[in-house]
Structure formats: C-alpha cells, structure tokens
C-alpha cells in the first residue's frame, strides 16, 4: 500500500468521522469531491469544520468553494484541515497553525498487549507508571460516555467547551454511529483517560487521544491507545493526526508517517 494510498483513507476516515458527528448533533453537512464540510450549530459563531481529502490541481477553486460555503453558513470561526498543504486562507483571517503529521498503522499484532483479547476480554489491565493499577474499558452507556466527554475536554482541552457540560461536544448519539468506539482508563479507579476510535469499514481512525492533567506521565495515553488498537478490527490499518506531544507514543505503537497536513483556524472574524 502506498503513501498517498493510506493517507487519502485517512482523510476519508475523519471526513466520515466527522459526518458521524453531525448526524449525532444534527448539525448540517456538506460533501463536494475532495472536500466535506461541517456546520456545527451549537452557537451561531460556532466552529465549522472543512475537511480536503483529495489532492487539487487549482488551489484557487477550492478557495473559492469554501468562500461560498462560508457566505452560506454564515461562518465565523472555522478550522479547515489541508494535507496537501496548497492553500491559504490568510485573506479569510484564518492564521496556519503548526504542521501536524498524518500517521498509519498496518494491520498486525500490537506490541505490547498483555493477553489476546479474545483470551481475556475486558478490562484491560497493566501497572501504572509511578504506581498504581491502570484499567481500560470499553464504553458501552451513556453515563460513561459522558466520562469519557468530559476527559476529552478537560484533559485535550477544549477550551471552546469549557466548563464541560454533558452532551456539548460529544452527545451520546455519537457512540451509536456504526463503527464508533470509545475507550476510558482509570488508575485504582480514578477516571485518567480515554479516545474514541472509528472504523469506516476501510481503516481504523483514532481520535481525541486524551489524557487529564494530573495523570500525565503515567502511561495512560499509551494503554489506552494500544488497548483499542488491539479490539479493532485485525485486518484493518489504524490512522490518525499526531500531535507534537503524541507522536513519540504512536511510533512506539507502529505508526508511521504518511505525510504532513496543515490546520487554519479563524477564530473570529477578525481572524
């Protein structure tokens, strides 16, 4: 499988994932060849989200899509991810934030895993760096679903979605979307972290990493992480966007790089 192969099912997969999404919310969408676009509606000056999944010959002509769909929704803060990194939306007000790498996982055995899953199902289970016992479960309520919101939000953060308020960012509609997972650890029973993950019959996305303040540097990330990679399905390629401060992990786990992508974000319309 090549680079550019693995990299566009990557950008399929968060575009589906984010479809996912909206139909949770009940936000609008948009979907044109090699680029969707996300009205989220929470507020009026809301965040959208635009997605370019396939390379573009003219950068002009997507620029322009976008302008219309802005002028459409009436768009005041947005975030567009770009990995072909042709674009510049500076003339929107939007500044380009730092490259981020788009990663893969081949399908295979996760190093590391403690016992086959199929063996021992759940919880998982493994020492806590600094002490401690660590767990990872499955989130199969609402209750917990909410946990796991409220992880993502404070541990990310999100700062649009604080304080946290219970189906603001991740309504619990989005766990029944097919092909949805989310996953939270705990150290000695205390909430630590969790990450949502999407398989779109193609590959596995990963999102929303997350790992709160005060349990940082206690291998929550990694557990949780390889914990859901091991119950994925076996025969499926894992992808997502590393952070900075996440990519080390994901090496660690298999991933490779499969190309650069850049954000712009406009945060108001005065950029």
């Given at each position: ?6 990299l566009e099912q990557a950008n399929d997969n ?76 500076s003339r929107f007000g939007a500044v380009r ?175």
């Amino acid at each position: 499988m090549n680079t550019n192969s693995r990299l566009e099912q990557a950008n399929d997969n968060a575009a589906a994932f984010w479809l996912a999404q909206a139909r949770a919310h009940g936000w609008q969408s948009h979907v044109r060849p090699g680029l969707t676009a996300v009205r989220c509606a929470r507020t009026p000056d809301d965040s959208q989200r635009f997605l370019v999944t396939r390379p573009y010959a003219e950068p002009a002509e997507v620029e322009e899509q976008l302008a219309d769909l802005m002028a459409a929704w009436e768009t005041v803060r947005f975030t567009l991810e770009d990995p072909y990194q042709g674009l510049d939306l500076s003339r929107f007000g939007a500044v380009r934030m730092p490259i981020m790498p788009v990663m893969a996982r081949e399908p295979g055995p996760v190093e590391g895993t403690l016992a086959e899953p199929a063996a021992t199902g759940l919880p998982a289970v493994s020492p806590a760096y600094g002490g401690g016992i660590l767990t990872v479960d499955e989130v199969l309520d609402g209750d917990t679903f909410a946990l796991v919101e409220r992880i993502i939000v404070d541990g990310f953060p999100l700062p649009a979605r604080q304080p946290w308020t219970r189906g603001d960012a991740l309504p619990e509609d989005v766990l029944r979307q097919p092909g949805c997972r989310a996953w939270t650890a705990r150290v000695d029973g205390v909430p630590a972290g969790a990450c949502l993950t999407y398989d779109d019959g193609v590959v596995t996305g990963v999102y929303w990493v997350a790992t709160l303040p005060d349990q940082r540097g206690r291998g929550v990330a990694r557990t949780v992480l390889r914990t859901a990679l091991a119950h994925a399905d076996p025969d499926r390629p894992a992808t997502l966007v590393a952070t900075s401060a996440g990519e080390p992990v994901y090496r660690k786990l298999g991933f490779t790089g499969q190309g650069p992508t850049c954000w712009w974000s406009r945060t108001s319309l005065g950029g």
